[in-house]
């Protein structure tokens, strides 16, 4: 599964000392950073690693944590930390746009594989210990100490790791040999070493590391999707079939992985222990699952060669515990503060804002960044297939839908049972997370009766979005399109840099629909300019909405309607404000609204 971009050898063992026992003695130590040098004692295994990579690609560079500042980095050869003793290499790929991606942890040089099975046979013995122990943690414990029982760690020197167990890139295990020697191995009686069914494994404290970190990573963890699992920087991970796995990565971009698979066998054993730790078990019968892990993250499986034919294949879209706030996405290049302040006020006053583009656009990132916007003592109710929406209000119901039962023992809520139901719930604001479907007619409905609504819906301009809004299965009638408000357009764009960006290309007004000419008008308030990449206020002076519909509402009488913006303008500097002091957190941001809403700063 292990599919390195460079070909590792064991260490020499120069120093004569095992791996880990004398850190100081390795002669690679004296070479590392002062960074490395702090950081390997705590973890061996990253020094390990690092005494075993080719010359030619020299001493990465250590951060503890990585920023967007090294965005665009050419070549990369760089090392961060990730948590629970693993780190990430990003290695520079020189016949490939894809860069690597290397997992360094505790088990990638040992490879425990073997030891692992035989700990799994021996646990066999112990099953009554963990009768009638459900906790997830509580079992783990228990097991870890069934582990330390049967187990001698010694103080010998730790053995090469098999050939079969590390490959380079690109080269494929004869498999009619792996399994001769696995059924020589299993043919062979227990030595004295390993104990038989009563004795004890010898093992070295290096390997007793490895151990326990794959025990509890197959155990609580996502196995070997753990790392990219437990990375704050990963987007997206893509298996396609045999091959490497892909990742997105918020700053590198899309990189190769350093796993793999090399048969369709292989593939669909770990696709279907992925899909039974997430309790949505897949079959040729039922191929396809969509589940949520307990992060959040989104998960997709496709299994078997007859419905996939690269083989299985599965994508975990990542979920982030603190979504970026909107001053995050005004440091990205995003959108700016004068677009902000306009959003900001649009929600203030119970607009309808749908945030729409392509997929992988941005769109749920944006909604839930302007989420800090709604008036604090607002009552929101979300609606959602698979839970991304996330909003800092404490009153907030969560609506997700359901289902139906395999063997029809519960019913189905769909979205459009949910819409409905929150019309009954006295919001002042829904949101969907996404509308696709005849929930989108109930969404209009719920307009019409000054429901303010929030969603995101796939359409990469506003004419896109009517054709689909007024097309089936939506079906809503043109003359009700105008209940909504406000289009707020994203889009990956390639800048003059050459490189891709997440932009807000466009704000839009809809104004209103011409039954005789069959059009619909609107104004396009903000649009963005890709030969400088700034943004441009086209609707300064000439806003319908803030002028017709929300001056009034303030009480500016005609004359002095055009003070919007002079508002507008404030709401800008004050968000400039709070970026420059670094307040930039979604939730301090999220809070710092809510004093400002109240103390008349933000009116």
Known sequence: MLRLPFEIKACPGDCGKECGSEITACPIFTRLSPELQKVCPENPHLLQYLRMLPEKTGLPQYYEKVTRSLKGTKNPNLIYKVGNGV???VLANLEDIRDYYVAVEPSLINAQDSTLDEIELRLA?????????????????IIMGIV??????GNHKAAPPPKEAIKKEGEVEDAKKAEKKAAKKKKKPASAKSGGSKGKLHITAFQYNALRYLLRRKLEGMGALDPMILDP?????????????????????GLRASIGFETNEALDKFVIELAENIKHPVT????????????GSRINIVYGTDVSKRGSNFTIRKFSDTPLSILELIQFGALNYDMAAYLSIILQEGMNVWVSGETASGKTTLMNALTTFIPPESKIVSIEDTPEVQVPHHNWIRGVTRGSGKSGESSEVSMFDL????????PNLIIVGEIRGAEGAIAFQA????????????????????????GNPINVPKTYVDNLNVVVICQQVRLASGSLARRLT?????????????SFSFIESFNWNPLDDTFTFRGFQNSYLLENKIAPRRGLPEEKRRQIYKILKQRADVLKRMQEQGKTNFYDVYSILSKAYREGYFR
């Open 87 to 89: 780190f990430v290499h």
């Open 125 to 141: 013995e112990y099953v009554k210990e963990l009768e009638g122990v459900y906790d997830a943690k509580k079992r783990l414990e």
């Open 148 to 153: 330390d029982r049967i187990i001698i760690v």
């Open 233 to 253: 920087n990963i987007e997206d991970i893509s298996c396609s079939g045999l091959g490497n796995i892909f990742v997105e990565h918020k700053i590198f971009g």
């Open 284 to 295: 040729f019968r039922e191929p396809v699952v969509d589940a949520t892990l307990p992060d």
């Open 419 to 426: 819409l409905k139901a929150a019309l009954r719930q006295r």
């Open 447 to 470: 307009m019409q009766t000054g429901h303010a609504t929030m969603s995101t819906f796939h359409a990469a301009s506003v004419s896109k979005l009517i054709q689909r809004v007024t």
């Open 506 to 518: 466009s704000i839009n007004e809809i104004v209103s629909y011409d039954s005789v000419a069959d």
